[in-house]
């Protein structure tokens, strides 16, 4: 109960900061399109985008949902609080950054070295399943909706090709959707000793043709 106060006080505390920042004529409020929110962060960490859309674009955005924040996608409770926020939010665009340690490329390595180690990626896979399920019909209901999504994995993520996600690789064949590469280093990656640029090869699935061209 604790972190879904902090969350919700967050959001309040973002909400508050853009409202009296466009008072002071700092930043506009943006409506979406179509859709009562112009953002929702599924999968969201520390919902990064979602501060930067409210406070930097003044975009409406709808409430992040993360495990650290209390939101289990595991349980059914989860799911049920996902479609709820959906349908009363009805992002213009939802992201997703869904778990990819058990689907990139040290998974592969590891699965190839046998015994433990690839016992504990195959346990991991299981594991993680149903929120690659999720996200399959999460991003399909989206797309059905005339609504835009963008999916974040590693480039070289085994994810995408999973029987889990068969909606997403159908939209794919019929070009409603697309796949594109950037590396980290272009997105300010770098490493915090160092401070050399990181390569971090990212992969992102979306329907939005303009993304796909700045890319």
């Not at 972190?3 to 409020?29: N, P, S, T």
């Not at 993680?128 to 399959?136: A, E, G, I, S």
């Not at 939209?171 to 640029?197: Q, T, V």
Request: hydrophobic fraction near 40%; glycine fraction near 10%; proline fraction near 5%.
């Amino acid at each position: 109960q604790s972190k879904k106060r902090e969350a919700m006080h967050r959001v309040l505390r973002e909400d508050d900061i853009r409202q009296a920042r466009a008072v002071r004529g700092e930043v506009h409020r943006t409506d979406p399109p179509i859709g009562n929110v112009m953002l929702k962060q599924v999968f969201g960490g520390e919902a990064g985008l979602t501060l930067k859309a409210s406070l930097e674009r003044g975009w409406q955005v709808g409430v992040p949902l993360d495990q650290q924040d209390g939101w289990d996608a595991l349980q059914r409770t989860g799911r049920r609080q996902l479609q709820a926020d959906l349908e009363a939010e009805d992002p213009y665009l939802t992201t997703f950054s869904h778990p990819c340690g058990p689907w990139g490329a040290w998974s592969r390595f590891n699965l190839a070295r046998g015994g433990a180690a690839a016992a504990t990626v195959l346990s991991a896979r299981e594991a993680t399943r149903p929120l690659v399920k999720l996200v399959n019909d999460t991003v399909l209901g989206r797309v059905q909706r005339g609504r835009h999504v963008l999916a974040e994995h590693p480039a070289a993520s085994e994810c995408w090709s999973q029987p889990e996600c068969k909606d997403i690789q159908k939209l794919f064949n019929s070009n409603e959707l697309y796949f594109c590469r950037a590396d980290g280093c272009m997105l300010g990656y770098h490493d915090a000793e160092s401070g050399l640029p990181n390569l971090k090869p990212m992969g992102f699935i979306t329907d939005m043709v303009a993304a796909v061209g700045i890319f």
